[in-house]
C-alpha cells in the first residue's frame, strides 16, 4: 500500500529499535551514492549482513529472475540501494549495521570504492584542466574514473557516520550532509551568469548498476511509485540528535561552511587549537589507528602531518558546540585572519527544513543567519496557539491576515517594525 509521507512518518514514529533503523538508513546514503570502478564485484558478505522484513520477503519473490541473473551480493548491494519502496525492505533489529559500516570503511580506506569530494576546489581544477566541451551535463564512466584517479575520498557526514581519506569515523554530533553524483565543476562563459554547474558521474555498466536499474523497473511496474520515505527518513537526524531541533538547527551547514571557507594553514590552525581541548585523546587516537600521520608530539606538528581533508574529517567528530566555540577563538585572537567587513558563506547548502538555518564567518567567528522575520513571527503565533490548545479562538484567520499584510507594502520600512513590536508583544502575552 502506497504511503505519503505523514504516514511514513508516523510508521516510523512507532518503529522499535529507531536508532537502529536510523544507522542503517545513514549507511545506505553512502553505498547509494558511490563511485564504483569498471571491475567491481560486491562483496560476499552481503548475504550475511541484510536481513529483509516481511515485506522485503513479498518484494523477493517478484525480483526472483534479477535475483538469479545477477547473483546474491550484487542483487542485495542493488537492493539495500532501494532500501524501501512501499515498505521498508530491510529489518533494521537483525541487520548487520556494525559489518555493514566495517565494510564501508575497509573498501574506501583500500579506494576499491570511491566518494568524490564535492567541495573546494581539488575536482573544480582537475575538471577544468581536462579536455570537456563546454556547458558539460554528464561524464561517462571512462571520464569519471580519470576526473577521481588518486583523487582523495570525499567528507561527509550522514547522521554520526563521518566519511573521508581515513574511512568511516563516527562523530559526536549528528549531522546530515549526504554525499551526491551530481557535483559542481563548471562556471560557464556567460558573464552575466554567476552560478556553478553540476555535472553528473555516470556509472560504468557493472552488475550492481544494473541490477538497481532493474529492480527500479520492476517495482515499479508490479507495485507502482514508491511511498514517500525520502524526506521522512532523512529528518530523522533531528530525532537522534542528542538535542532536540524543535525550532529548527542553528548552524545546519556548519560542516560545508568549514570546507569551503577554512582552507590551508588555517585548517591546520583549526585542528591544532581542536587537539588543545578535551577531544583531544579522541583526535588522537584516531590518527594513530587510521593515518599513515603519527599521532605523537604537538599539536602543531600532528596537524601538519595531515592532508586537509584528514584535517576536515577530523574537525567534524567534534560537537557543533564545541566546533563553533574553537571558531570563534581563533578568529578572536586572529589564528584564523579573516578581513574585517568580509563575511563567508558556504556556496553548498546541505538538505535543510523550514526552520534550519544556514550559517555565514566573519572576523566575529560564526553565526547563524538572520531568518526572515515575518515567518519567525507567524511561527512564534502558531506555536502559542498550539500550545494553548486554542485553535478555535482565531489562529488561522490572524495568520491568513498577518501573512497578507506582510505581502503588501503596507509592512515597509518604519510601520512594519512597529507592527511586528506590537503583534510580537501580542503573540507574547497570548502565550502567558
Known amino acids: 500500500m502506497w504511503r505519503s509521507a505523514v504516514e511514513t512518518r508516523e510508521v516510523l514514529d512507532a518503529a522499535e529499535c529507531a536508532d537502529q533503523l536510523d544507522d542503517l538508513f545513514a549507511l545506505r546514503e553512502f553505498w547509494l551514492s558511490l563511485v564504483y570502478p569498471a571491475d567491481y564485484l560486491a562483496d560476499s558478505r552481503w548475504p550475511e549482513i541484510l536481513a529483509l522484513t ?62 568524490p569530494h564535492r567541495f573546494g576546489r581539488y575536482l573544480y581544477d582537475r575538471f577544468n584542466d581536462m579536455a570537456t566541451p563546454d556547458r558539460t551535463d554528464h561524464l561517462l564512466p571512462e571520464q569519471v574514473a580519470d576526473l577521481l ?128 581541548t578535551k577531544h583531544a585523546a579522541c583526535l588522537r587516537q584516531a590518527i594513530e589507528s587510521r593515518s599513515n600521520a603519527t599521532d605523537k608530539g604537538s599539536p602543531e606538528d600532528v596537524a601538519e602531518g595531515l592532508d586537509s581533508l584528514e584535517q576536515l574529517q ?19 585572537q586572529q589564528r584564523i585572519r579573516i578581513p574585517i567587513g568580509e563575511v563567508r558563506q558556504s556556496r553548498q547548502s546541505p538538505p535543510r527544513l523550514g526552520y534550519d538555518k544556514n550559517s555565514e564567518i566573519s572576523a566575529l567567528g560564526v553565526r547563524s543567519t538572520r531568518e526572515n522575520p515575518w515567518a519567525t513571527l507567524m511561527g512564534t503565533i502558531w506555536r502559542a496557539y498550539r500550545s494553548l490548545n486554542l485553535w478555535d479562538d482565531g489562529c488561522i484567520p490572524i495568520l491568513r491576515k498577518f501573512a497578507s499584510t506582510a505581502s503588501s507594502s503596507f509592512g515597509a520600512g518604519l510601520t512594519r517594525s512597529v507592527l511586528s513590536g506590537i503583534l510580537w508583544s501580542w503573540a507574547w502575552f497570548r502565550s502567558l
Not at 542483487?75 to 565494510?103: P, Q, R, V
Not at 577530523?314 to 557543533?320: A, R
Request: glycine share 8%; aromatic share 8%; hydrophobic share 40%.
Open 54 to 115: 516481511a515485506s522485503g520477503e513479498t518484494y523477493l519473490e517478484e525480483l526472483a529472475g534479477i535475483r538469479d541473473r545477477f547473483g546474491e551480493p550484487d542483487f542485495l548491494l542493488a537492493l539495500f540501494g532501494h532500501f524501501y519502496h512501499h515498505d521498508l525492505i530491510f529489518d533494521w533489529m537483525n541487520s548487520d549495521t556494525e559489518g555493514i559500516c566495517k565494510l564501508l570503511d575497509e573498501e574506501l580506506r583500500g579506494n576499491s570504492i570511491r566518494l
Open 149 to 276: 584517479k588518486d583523487s582523495p575520498q570525499g567528507v561527509y557526514q550522514c547522521l554520526s557516520f563521518v566519511s573521508g581519506p581515513l574511512g568511516v569515523l563516527r562523530s559526536q554530533d549528528i549531522r546530515y550532509t549526504p554525499p551526491v553524483l551530481r557535483i559542481p565543476l563548471w562556471h560557464c562563459s556567460d558573464t552575466g551568469c554567476e552560478a556553478i554547474h553540476r555535472v553528473s558521474l555516470r556509472p560504468p555498466p557493472i552488475p550492481v548498476v544494473e541490477a538497481y536499474e532493474a529492480i527500479s523497473q520492476v517495482l515499479d511496474q508490479k507495485f507502482g511509485p514508491a511511498a514517500e520515505w525520502k524526506r521522512s527518513l532523512a529528518r530523522r537526524h533531528r530525532e537522534a540528535a542528542p538535542q532536540r531541533f524543535e525550532h529548527g538547527r542553528r548552524f545546519n551547514d556548519l560542516a560545508v561552511l568549514v570546507a569551503e571557507t577554512i582552507i590551508g594553514k588555517y585548517l591546520t590552525t583549526l585542528l591544532a587549537g581542536a587537539l588543545r
Open 314 to 332: 577530523l574537525l567534524l567528530l567534534l560537537p557543533d558546540g564545541d566546533l563553533i566555540r574553537l571558531i570563534d577563538e581563533s578568529t578572536a
